[in-house]
């Protein structure tokens, strides 16, 4: 059973370019989250998602940022003309069920850099 | 706003001493998990502690669930250089549907 899996593990992108970050959650996860750590700090939820639907984006930043999880395929989270401040490590995670008893799975994370 | 606190920020022990991090929520949890995060990779869950005043052990790593479930803590017994990382806790978010973590705690262990 192959674990949450994150690709690129590294992506390097200029300002103003965009950054694509995809997560296929762990077979039979239909629940998955996207956090942001920063350098040097701890990881900061950013949206829930469930297949199509977007339950809680609470955690995104109101401009260039988007998440999707579509029906097939990978969810993907979407930056938009990136900032140097967009560099950080993005991890996604998956569980099985929402409840709040459920832990986590993360995968390896993307190191996204702009320069 | 809700805040899930974390001390000591880094910590440095001598490779045998013992290790303990602390966490403390500004609201009451419904659960606590741990996890860990070595250097440069991703967390990885620990523990969940549900009732109050719960205490689990894995074998040196002895956690702890507060009475008043606002607080928890992490010790370690006679730390290898194995146990070198960040541990946070992390608890539900209130009316929300994802996991507040902790500032979290940086391990070095020195051999």
């Known amino acids: 059973n192959a674990g949450v899996m994150q690709n690129p593990r590294h992506l390097v992108r200029r300002r103003g370019q965009e950054a694509r970050l995809r997560c296929s959650p762990m077979k039979g996860h239909s629940h998955v989250y996207w956090y942001r750590q920063l350098p040097e700090e701890g990881l900061k939820f950013m949206v829930y998602l469930q297949k199509e639907n977007i339950i809680d984006e609470s955690g995104m930043p109101k401009e260039r940022f988007s998440a999707e999880f579509p029906k097939e395929g990978p969810s993907i989270l979407r930056i938009q003309q990136v900032v140097r401040g967009d560099s950080a490590a993005y991890f996604c995670a998956s569980s099985p069920l929402n409840s709040d008893l459920d832990e986590q799975f993360f995968g390896p994370g993307t190191r996204l850099t702009v320069l | ?111």
């Open chain 2, 1 to 111: 706003g809700q805040q899930v606190m974390q001390i000591p920020q880094y910590q440095h022990v001598q490779e045998g001493e013992d290790f303990t991090t602390y966490c403390n929520s500004s609201t009451t949890l419904s659960n606590i998990q741990w996890y860990k995060q070595r250097p440069g990779g991703h967390p990885v869950f620990l523990i969940q502690l549900v009732k109050s005043g719960e205490v689990k052990k894995q074998k040196r790593l002895t956690f702890q669930f507060g009475e008043a479930k606002k607080n928890s803590s992490l010790h370690i017994t006679a730390t290898q250089t194995t146990d070198v990382g960040t541990y946070f806790c992390a608890g539900p978010q209130t009316g929300a549907n994802n996991l507040f973590f902790g500032t979290g705690t940086r391990l070095t262990v020195i051999p």
